[in-house]
């Protein structure tokens, strides 16, 4: 069965800091990779990643995908305290399913 | 509409109830999902719609769970005599096409007494 780690499991921060979120996964037919923010409820897409070392990059976020050691990281730099939020990763497999799994995700607090 | 609206947002349930939560995706969409998310986890996957077909129902966690999209647009997920460990946040997504850029609704946060 897939599974989706990520860590930390929260993290507090201060204004301007950067911050690098980890997603590891183990899964049977890699498809994407995806992360999502998680304000209140609705999570709101950020990145869909397929292949490895492209970065992906908006704004003040980026990340990037190892397929050979199977993790993805999320980098947000200059923190802003609207950066607060759930960090979601997800993976997406081949062979029919749709389904995403999720990781717990990372709770980010980003202080004044 | 503008994006995928739930209804209620809210719902207390006694043990027991059964409960209907509602989904209106974006319009057009023809990718509808629901997820289960518990305090403190990720979603998890419940169940999948390609217009009215149900593609994929493996995530439902037993026969009370039912979810049915008639004409390919609203989608219903009703829970039978519902227990406590069915409390949770219950989230509808949709996709013009698969998994690309999920839309997620605001939820319903089902508490069940």
């Known amino acids: 069965e897939d599974k989706v780690v990520q860590s930390p499991l929260s993290l507090v921060v201060h204004e301007g800091d950067t911050v690098t979120l980890n997603c590891s996964y183990e899964?049977?037919?890699?498809?994407?990779l995806l992360w999502y923010k998680q304000e209140k409820k609705a999570p709101t897409f950020l990145f869909m990643l397929t292949s490895s070392g492209i970065e992906k990059k908006s704004g003040r976020l980026s990340s990037i995908l190892d397929k050979k050691e199977l993790f993805s990281i999320l980098n947000i730099t200059a923190t802003q305290t609207g950066d607060s939020a759930i960090y979601l990763c997800?993976?997406?497999?081949?062979?029919?399913?749709?389904?995403?799994?999720f990781g717990k995700g990372t709770k980010l607090t980003v202080n004044p | 509409g503008a994006g995928v609206s739930q209804s209620p947002r809210y719902k207390v349930a006694k043990r027991g109830q059964d409960v209907a939560l509602r989904c209106d995706p974006i319009?057009?969409?023809?990718?509808l999902f629901w997820y289960q998310q518990a305090l403190g986890q990720g979603p998890e996957f419940l169940t999948y719609?390609?217009?009215?077909?149900?593609?994929?129902k493996s995530g439902l966690p037993s026969d009370r769970f039912f979810a049915e999209r008639p004409e390919g647009s609203v989608s219903t997920l009703k829970i039978q005599r519902t227990q406590q460990e069915d409390s949770a946040v219950y989230l509808c997504a949709s996709s013009s096409t698969g998994n690309e850029k999920l839309f997620f609704g605001s939820g319903t946060q089902l508490s069940v007494l």
């Open positions: 719609f390609q217009n009215e077909a149900q593609l994929d």
């Open positions: 899964v049977t037919n890699f498809r994407s």
């Open positions: 319009s057009g969409h023809v990718s």
């Open positions: 997800a993976d997406l497999t081949q062979g029919g399913s749709e389904k995403l799994v």
